[in-house]
Nanobody, 123 residues
Framework: VQLVESGGGLVQPGGSLQLSCSYSGFSLDDYAIGWFRQAPGKEREGVSCFSDIDGSVYYGEPAKSRFTVAASYRENTVSLRIISLEPEDTAIYYC?????????????????WGQGTQVTVSS
């Protein structure tokens, strides 16, 4: 199982960006793919997930209104698009393979973690 994130960077408040997770060694028929983030001084939190069974799932109000998760089966990628970025979105964003093909926002349900990609929202 391998997961590689890309697309992070420095973004101004109000801007948008798209993170991409390239996965290999498994398919979405095996495991769901989750997105977690960890802000400075805070615990990791689940923000979104995609699975064949659950489709697109969002955890928490910011994610429900400003995040969009989507899968490309042909390219073996799962993307996370974030709009109207706020300084509070500053965090390391991790792509994960869950232990099952069901989505779960609990980090204890994660099988494998990517290396993470830094997103910084600042003017």
């Amino acid at each position: 199982v391998q997961l590689v994130e890309s697309g992070g960077g420095l973004v101004q408040p109000g801007g948008s960006l798209q993170l991409s997770c390239s996965y290999s060694g498994f398919s979405l028929d095996d495991y769901a793919i989750g997105w977690f983030r960890q802000a400075p001084g805070k615990e990791r939190e689940g923000v979104s997930c995609f699975s064949d069974i659950d489709g697109s799932v969002y955890y928490g109000e910011p994610a429900k209104s400003r995040f969009t998760v989507a899968a490309s089966y042909r390219e073996n990628t799962v993307s996370l698009r974030i709009i109207s970025l706020e300084p509070e979105d500053t965090a390391i964003y991790y792509c994960t393979a869950m232990k099952t093909k069901r989505c779960d926002g609990d980090s204890r349900a994660v099988r494998s973690w990517g290396q993470g990609t830094q997103v910084t929202v600042s003017s």
